[in-house]
T-cell receptor, first 113, second 112 residues
């Protein structure tokens, strides 16, 4: 079936460094790719998303890139801060049906002061 | 607006008991979904609804029932709880012409 693989599962960086999380998806008809941030005990919050007709999108310190040919997309966080510490999930919206978001397993990011 | 609300916040059940997790929204969103979140596995879609009276199965529907009699409410029923259903359950809504999902605060369920 359709799946989304996410790497790495854990990521530890020093404050001010960059962090990169990568995801691959299997359904070539997928056309929407959101990223969610989840703090401990909280609900997932959308931080950035990208549609299939765009290769890159940036919002302040975060950016997402999409390579549809290779079926992978990445989240880039620059100038990391301790408050960026959380679990990050990528997801892919399956084509041809409603609202079937398939999530990756998550990346636990720790930013050390 | 309250957004998406879920009750209860926490619940402990014994194996074989039944219960209903409630989800309500006041944003008039057409689409509603239920996910479960287990450690190390991300969120998995259980059931979803594209509007009142219409529901469909997601990735992991077994052991769960849903109904959508109104736009506002989308309850999730566990008919006979099993320890494998111990998880955190999130309800989410989506406006009709959007992909963005709005998540509720979650329900932490433990089945002993």
């Amino acid at each position: 079936g359709e799946n989304v693989e996410q790497h790495p599962s854990t990521l530890s960086v020093q404050e001010g460094d960059s962090a990169v999380i990568k995801c691959t998806y299997s359904d070539s008809a997928s056309n929407y790719f959101p990223w969610y941030k989840q703090e401990l005990g909280k609900r997932p919050q959308l931080i950035i998303d990208i549609r299939s007709n765009v290769g890159e999108k940036k919002d302040q310190r975060i950016a997402v890139t999409l390579n549809k040919t290779a079926k992978h997309f990445s989240l880039h966080i620059t100038e990391t801060q301790p408050e960026d510490s959380a679990v990050y999930f990528c997801a892919a919206f399956l084509g041809g049906g409603y609202n079937k978001l398939i999530f990756g397993a998550g990346t636990r990011l720790a930013v050390h002061p | 607006n309250a957004g998406v609300t879920q009750t209860p916040k926490f619940q402990v059940l014994k194996t074989g008991q039944s219960m209903t997790l409630q989800c309500a929204q006041d944003m008039n969103h057409e689409y509603m979904s239920w996910y479960r979140q287990d450690p190390g596995m991300g969120l998995r879609l259980i059931h979803y609804s594209v509007g009142a009276g219409i529901t469909d199965q997601g990735e992991v529907p077994n052991g769960y029932n849903v109904s959508r009699s109104t736009t506002e409410d989308f309850p999730l029923r566990l008919l006979s709880a099993a320890p494998s259903q111990t998880s955190v359950y999130f309800c989410a809504t989506t406006p009709g012409r959007s992909y963005e999902q709005y998540f509720g605060p979650g329900t932490r369920l433990t089945v002993t």
